[in-house]
Every structure is written in structure tokens, then in C-alpha cells.
């Protein structure tokens, strides 16, 4: 399927729902939704409900409105639930998700059994040892556990040069990019957005044996039990070569960069701005090596770069720094005054 442009569609179904497809096994090429509404109990994506293994979406543009829940035929939670995608498990490329994605809260007290939502994401609710490259969402999120700006739950997945700069509102368990990670890789990622809710990450929340590697936060957080960049990191994973800069209101059990580190996580040339949070008690448990590998600096060291620089980072092939400013991915193809680029 290739360069279809589908607009005002409505989709209802009990499971599995998409604009285009219930299901994929093939090739979807430069296909665009707009202003369609698609809503499912189970797997609800604004292109595809279910992108199997043998399943590829490239170049293609979801704008989507995405409700999960809408639909009461079975007891349970709902799950799953995308703005281009609700569980891939083949390969996204170059594309993108706007609009919105809700997932219900609850339903009312006297309603039983209760029904709530997960895994509800900008781009992908459940991104099961998929790929996903130079993919973006500036979708608004919401449900009430494991929200995501860009992907809610990554299952031995990798995400190579992503990024979110939405709304994100989880009730419990919420990241700008991903709410939970087990076994995944990403690499060159951000999330610049507004991330509110209880037990959250300005990037993500729950990593467990992950390697993230040169990826930013920046955004403002708001709530409980919230971390600038990862809520906790634990089981044999690493970050390396990353940094937030989160503003935070009304915040308790606080942690500037990572909130629980465990003790095999590999935490390398790390950076938060302690100037916009100048949180002290910045990570609980993990061994001082380990604290050791992430920096507070304050705004002007962090906008001068000599410190990236004098970790290692890499600002050749990786980042861009304009002068003044924080760095930049160069994939963004972020555009400095002649003579500022560092």
C-alpha cells in the first residue's frame, strides 16, 4: 500500500483498529491519515492496531485522534493504544503522529469490574523487538498507566534517532519518551515536553536492562515521585552521554537525574542542569562510582559545552552546540548563526 491520503475516517472495534489496517504483514509506504478517529477496547492505532514482524511503515503521517476504552465487550484492562500505531513488532521509519491519544482513566465506581488503561503512547503503545528510526510524535497523551510521549512500553525494541515534544499525562508511570523499557537500545533520542502524573521520567521512567546513549529531557515535570531524566534504571543496562534540564513544580520524592539507580547500572559522562533543579538528594541507592558518573552543572557551564567535551562526547557526528544554547541532536538539523556552531 502506498500514497494514500485518508481523511475524517471513523473506526470502532473491540480489538485491534487502525485508519488503514486492522493488521500488517506488508509495506506501508508514504500513507497519511487526517482528522479520523479510531477507537478500540484492545489495540487501537491511528494507521495500523497491530504492525506484525514482517510489517513496515515508511515515511508515513498519523494525525489521528486515538481513544482507548470506548468500547466496553470484555473485563480487563485496555491496552495498547498509538497515535500511528498501537503494538509494533516490524519496523517504523521517518514517521511521525500528531493529535491526540486517550486512554480511560476509570469508569465509575458503581461500573464493576473497574477498567483502566495502558500503554498508551504518542507513536506506539507497545513496541515489542521492533524498530523504530527517525520517527517523531507531537502527539498530546493521556490514560492512566504506562503513557509514553513516543512509545508507552519498549519490549527489546530499538529506537535510533526519535523524538517527542507533546503533552504527556499518566495517573501512574509516566516518561516523555518512553514510560517503560526492558531490553531496549536508544540511541540519539529526546523528548522535549510537558510531563505530568505520579511516578514519572522527563525521558523515561522505568529502565531495566536498557542502553541508552546520547539522548536528552528538556521539558517541565509536575507531580510525584519524579526524576529529570530516568525515574529508575536497574538490571545490567547503561546511559551514557545524556543530560535534562527539567523545571519542576510541585514535586515530592525528587531525583534530578536518575530518582533509583540500581547497583549494575552503568551510569557514564551524565549531566543535569542544577541550576533550573537544584535538587540535591539526587539519586537513592546505587554505589558513589556510580553517582560519580552524573554531573549537576549550572546553566552557563552546561550552554558552554566544555564540559561535554572535556567527557568525551562526541560533537562531530552525534551533537550540535550553538553558542549559548543546549545541545542539539544533528539529526534535528538544528541551524546556527554563522561563527556559532562549538
Same mark, same amino acid.
Given at each position: 500500500? *502506498?500514497?494514500?491520503?485518508?481523511?475524517?475516517?471513523?473506526?470502532?472495534?473491540?480489538?485491534?483498529?487502525?485508519?488503514?489496517?486492522?493488521?500488517?504483514? &506488508?509495506?506501508?509506504?508514504?500513507?497519511?491519515?487526517?482528522?479520523?478517529? %479510531?477507537?478500540?477496547?484492545?489495540?487501537?492505532?491511528?494507521?495500523?492496531?497491530?504492525?506484525?514482524?514482517?510489517?513496515?511503515?515508511?515515511?508515513?503521517? *498519523?494525525?489521528?485522534?486515538?481513544?482507548?476504552? !470506548?468500547?466496553?465487550?470484555?473485563?480487563?484492562?485496555?491496552?495498547?493504544?498509538?497515535?500511528?500505531?498501537? +503494538?509494533?513488532?516490524?519496523?517504523?521509519?521517518?514517521?511521525?503522529?500528531?493529535?491526540?491519544?486517550?486512554?480511560?482513566?476509570?469508569?465509575?465506581?458503581?461500573?464493576?469490574?473497574?477498567? =483502566?488503561?495502558?500503554?498508551?503512547?504518542? =507513536?506506539?503503545?507497545?513496541?515489542?523487538?521492533?524498530?523504530?528510526?527517525?520517527?517523531?510524535?507531537?502527539?498530546?497523551?493521556?490514560?492512566?498507566?504506562?503513557?509514553?510521549?513516543?512509545?508507552?512500553?519498549?519490549?527489546?525494541?530499538?529506537?535510533?534517532?526519535? !523524538?517527542?515534544?507533546?503533552?504527556?499525562?499518566?495517573?501512574?508511570?509516566?516518561? &516523555?519518551? %518512553?514510560?517503560?523499557?526492558?531490553?531496549?537500545?536508544?540511541?540519539?533520542?529526546?523528548?522535549?515536553?510537558?510531563?505530568?502524573?505520579?511516578?514519572?521520567?522527563?525521558?523515561?521512567?522505568?529502565?531495566?536492562?536498557?542502553?541508552?546513549?546520547?539522548?536528552?529531557?528538556?521539558?517541565?515535570?509536575?507531580?510525584?515521585?519524579?526524576?529529570?531524566?530516568?525515574? *529508575?534504571?536497574?538490571?545490567?543496562?547503561?546511559?551514557?552521554?545524556?543530560?535534562?534540564?527539567?523545571?519542576?513544580?510541585?514535586?515530592?520524592?525528587?531525583?534530578?537525574?536518575?530518582?533509583?539507580?540500581?547497583?549494575? +547500572?552503568? =551510569?557514564?559522562?551524565?549531566?543535569?542542569? #542544577?541550576?533550573?533543579?537544584?535538587?540535591?538528594?539526587?539519586?537513592?541507592?546505587?554505589?558513589?562510582?556510580? #553517582?560519580?558518573?552524573?554531573?549537576? =552543572?549550572?546553566?552557563?557551564?552546561?550552554?558552554?559545552?566544555?564540559?561535554?567535551?572535556?567527557?568525551?562526547?562526541?560533537?562531530?557526528?552525534?551533537?550540535?552546540?550553538?553558542?549559548?544554547?543546549?545541545?542539539?541532536?544533528?539529526?534535528?538539523?538544528?541551524?546556527?548563526?554563522?561563527?556559532?556552531?562549538?
Amino acid at each position: 500500500m *502506498s500514497n494514500l491520503h485518508l481523511e475524517g475516517a471513523s473506526v470502532t472495534a473491540a480489538k485491534y483498529a487502525g485508519s488503514l489496517a486492522a493488521h500488517n504483514e &506488508g509495506e506501508i509506504l508514504f500513507c497519511t491519515v487526517q482528522g479520523s478517529m %479510531v477507537t478500540a477496547d484492545l489495540c487501537a492505532g491511528g494507521l495500523v492496531g497491530h504492525n506484525g514482524a514482517d510489517g513496515a511503515l515508511l515515511a508515513c503521517e *498519523s494525525g489521528a485522534s486515538v481513544v482507548l476504552g !470506548g468500547v466496553v465487550t470484555q473485563e480487563g484492562h485496555f491496552q495498547h493504544a498509538g497515535g500511528l500505531v498501537a +503494538v509494533n513488532e516490524g519496523q517504523l521509519m521517518l514517521c511521525s503522529s500528531s493529535g491526540y491519544v486517550r486512554g480511560s482513566r476509570d469508569t465509575a465506581p458503581s461500573v464493576k469490574p473497574r477498567r =483502566l488503561s495502558e500503554n498508551i503512547g504518542g =507513536l506506539v503503545g507497545l513496541n515489542q523487538k521492533g524498530t523504530i528510526t527517525g520517527c517523531t510524535s507531537t502527539s498530546s497523551v493521556a490514560g492512566f498507566r504506562i503513557v509514553g510521549g513516543l512509545v508507552a512500553r519498549n519490549e527489546s525494541g530499538w529506537l535510533y534517532r526519535c !523524538g517527542a515534544a507533546g503533552h504527556v499525562d499518566g495517573t501512574n508511570e509516566a516518561g &516523555g519518551l %518512553v514510560a517503560q523499557s526492558v531490553g531496549g537500545t536508544m540511541a540519539g533520542c529526546f523528548a522535549r515536553d510537558k510531563v505530568a502524573g505520579n511516578n514519572i521520567g522527563g525521558f523515561i521512567y522505568s529502565s531495566q536492562n536498557d542502553d541508552i546513549e546520547s539522548c536528552y529531557f528538556q521539558g517541565a515535570l509536575s507531580g510525584t515521585g519524579i526524576a529529570g531524566f530516568a525515574g *529508575s534504571a536497574h538490571g545490567e543496562g547503561a546511559i551514557r552521554d545524556c543530560y535534562c534540564i527539567a523545571a519542576v513544580a510541585g514535586a515530592s520524592k525528587a531525583g534530578a537525574f536518575v530518582r533509583y539507580l540500581g547497583w549494575d +547500572v552503568q =551510569l557514564s559522562h551524565c549531566f543535569w542542569d #542544577k541550576t533550573i533543579f537544584p535538587e540535591d538528594r539526587n539519586i537513592q541507592a546505587g554505589s558513589e562510582a556510580q #553517582k560519580a558518573g552524573v554531573t549537576g =552543572l549550572d546553566t552557563e557551564s552546561l550552554r558552554s559545552g566544555t564540559r561535554l567535551r572535556e567527557a568525551g562526547w562526541d560533537f562531530v557526528g552525534t551533537w550540535v552546540q550553538c553558542s549559548g544554547d543546549y545541545p542539539r541532536l544533528w539529526w534535528e538539523e538544528v541551524e546556527c548563526e554563522v561563527g556559532e556552531g562549538l
